[in-house]
């Protein structure tokens, strides 16, 4: 039994949090629910179509965790970011010391906020 596998997410349930995997390489088979990991405390959707990584557990060939999303060149990262945040419809990034909040209605950078405080 592989321990580690790739897959794409092909459903995800709101109400639990927890999604369906669907391997491309096995004829589209499409797993049992899965839980998501989180390294931090923090859970961010996944979203349908999203590369993952999940971890089979060795007490079933279906059980298995999510253990997050993997970056590709399809990925929202800026070249040349520090760190970057993605949330379900915003993003925090650090670059060249400079933080920018990013959502539906547009940017703006901490020394902004800070610089309208003052004034």
Do not use: H
Not at 26 to 53: A, I, M
């Amino acid at each position: 039994m592989e321990l580690i596998r790739t897959g794409i997410i092909n459903t995800v349930n709101p109400s639990t949090g927890m999604v369906t995997v669907m391997y491309p390489d096995r004829g589209n088979e499409v797993s049992d629910e899965f839980p998501v990991f989180s390294f931090t405390g923090e859970y961010r959707f996944l979203k349908k179509g999203e590369q993952v990584l999940i971890l089979k557990l060795s007490n079933g060939g279906k059980a298995g965790i999510v253990l997050g999303r993997i970056w590709d060149d399809d990925s929202n990262v800026p070249p040349g970011a520090d760190f970057y945040k993605e949330m379900a419809r915003a993003s925090i990034c650090v670059k060249s010391g400079s933080m920018i909040f990013s959502d539906e209605s547009g940017s703006i950078s901490l020394d902004e906020i800070i610089s309208g405080i003052r004034r």
